[in-house]
């Protein structure tokens, strides 16, 4: 089974952008879908997007709007989320999590519950303040 290691969070201004990385190692993502979630304090866990290894149209929240995009490369058998015009309501801390069943799913990006996925990183912190 991979482990999945974040990186990328920090404190941006509102408008501004990062981008995440969810690197795997112990493994590789071949087979896995691998999505994004965020969860702000006292609030529950939430899907952001997601994307299958193996190909295929990513799934993204209704708040995305454009702004966010995940995308996956192969060699580095890393995954990203580039975020954009990123505003207050986005601080939280982005977890990645990776799931095989969820990839081999005939609707695979309808699965977008956090207890669909068995493999999560730690964790990173995104902060959107002036």
């Known amino acids: 089974q991979v482990q999945l290691v974040e990186s990328g969070g920090g404190l941006v201004q509102p408008g501004g952008s990062l981008r995440l990385s969810c690197a795997a190692s112990g493994g590789t993502f071949s087979g896995y879908a691998v999505a994004w979630f965020r969860q702000d304090s006292g609030k529950e866990r939430e899907f952001v997007a997601a994307i299958r290894w193996s190909g295929g149209s990513p799934s993204y929240a209704q708040f995305v709007s454009g702004r966010f995009t995940i995308s996956r490369d192969n060699a580095k058998n890393t995954v990203y989320l580039q975020m954009n015009s990123l505003n207050p309501e986005d601080t939280a801390v982005y977890y990645c999590?990776?799931?095989?069943?969820?990839?081999?799913?005939?609707?695979?990006?309808?699965?977008?519950?956090?207890?669909?996925?068995?493999?999560w990183g730690r964790g990173t912190q995104v902060t959107v303040s002036s």
């Open positions: 999590a990776a799931d095989r069943q969820v990839a081999r799913a005939v609707a695979w990006y309808r699965h977008q519950n956090d207890l669909e996925y068995d493999v």
